[in-house]
C-alpha cells in the first residue's frame, strides 16, 4: 500500500500570494499516476490536476502540478478568494487507491 | 455530460447493512472506465472504498475488503455499494465517482463526483 504524506496540514496565506502544496510517497509512483483534488466546505471534491501536471478541463492556469517519484508539489501561483480549500493528493497507480490526508488552505 | 446521484438510507442501526447506489446519467456504464467509491467521515479526509469495472472486475481498500461488495447493475445503468456490520466508524458522507480511461497512456483518474450522501449509523 502506497502511503501519501501532505504537507504542510495548514497553509495561511493572504489572496495573490503563491501556495506551494506538497504531497509525498512512500514509494516511487509514474508521474501518470498522481492527481490533486480541491475540495471546499459541503461540496465534493473537483479534479484539478491529473497524471502529476495535466490540469483538468476549467482549471484556470494559475494552478500547477510537478514532481516525480516520490515528491509532488501543486502550486498555486496567485491565490484567488475561491482558492481557499482543501486540496487532496491521490496516486492512482495501484490498489488502494489511496488519497493524502489534506492540506487545509486558509486566509491570513 | 456524465452525472452521477448518490441514493440510499441515511441511517443504518450498528450491526446493520449500509447500502447505498449510484445512478450513471449522461452516459453509459459499460465504457473503458472503473466505477468509484468514496467515503469522508465528518471533520476527515477522503478514503478510497473501491471500484468496480462494468464486467465486474472489483478492487476493495484492504481496510474494508472482508465487509464491502460493490456490483453493478448494467440494466438501470448504476452501480451499488454494500458495508456489512457497520459501526459508528462508517458514518460518512459517500461519494461515488467516475475513474476515467486515458487512452494513450492506459490509466484511470477520477474525473467525475456525485454530490455525495450522508450516512450515519446509530441506534
Known amino acids: 500500500e502506497i502511503v501519501l504524506t501532505q504537507s504542510p496540514g495548514t497553509l495561511s496565506l493572504s489572496p495573490g500570494e503563491r501556495a506551494t502544496l506538497s504531497c509525498r510517497a512512500s514509494?516511487?509512483?509514474?508521474?501518470?499516476?498522481l492527481a490533486w483534488f480541491q475540495q471546499k466546505p459541503g461540496q465534493a471534491p473537483r479534479l484539478l490536476i491529473y497524471?502529476?501536471?495535466s490540469r483538468a478541463t476549467g482549471i484556470p492556469d494559475r494552478f500547477s502540478g510537478s514532481g516525480s517519484g516520490t515528491d509532488f508539489t501543486l502550486t498555486i501561483s496567485r491565490l484567488e478568494p475561491e482558492d481557499f480549500a482543501v486540496y487532496y493528493c491521490q496516486q492512482y497507480g495501484d490498489s488502494p487507491r489511496m488519497f493524502g490526508q489534506g492540506t487545509k488552505v486558509e486566509i491570513k | 455530460q456524465v452525472q452521477l446521484q448518490e441514493s440510499g438510507p441515511g441511517l443504518v442501526k450498528p450491526s446493520g447493512t449500509l447500502s447505498l447506489t449510484c445512478a450513471v446519467s449522461g452516459g453509459s456504464i459499460s465504457t473503458s472506465n472503473w466505477w468509484t467509491w468514496v467515503r469522508q467521515p465528518p471533520g476527515k479526509g477522503l478514503e478510497w472504498v473501491g471500484e468496480?469495472?462494468?464486467?465486474?472486475?472489483?478492487n476493495y481498500n484492504p481496510s474494508l475488503k472482508s465487509r464491502v461488495t460493490i456490483s453493478v447493475d448494467k440494466s438501470k445503468n448504476q452501480f451499488s455499494l454494500q458495508l456489512n456490520s457497520v459501526t459508528a466508524a462508517d458514518t460518512a458522507v459517500y461519494y461515488c465517482?467516475?475513474?476515467?480511461?486515458?487512452?494513450?497512456?492506459?490509466?484511470?483518474?477520477?474525473?467525475?463526483w456525485g454530490k455525495g450522501t450522508t450516512v450515519t449509523v446509530s441506534s
Open positions: 468496480i469495472y462494468h464486467i465486474g472486475s472489483t
Open positions: 514509494q516511487s509512483i509514474s508521474s501518470f499516476y
Open positions: 465517482a467516475r475513474s476515467l480511461l486515458e487512452p494513450s497512456y492506459y490509466y484511470y483518474y477520477i474525473d467525475v
Open positions: 497524471a502529476t501536471s
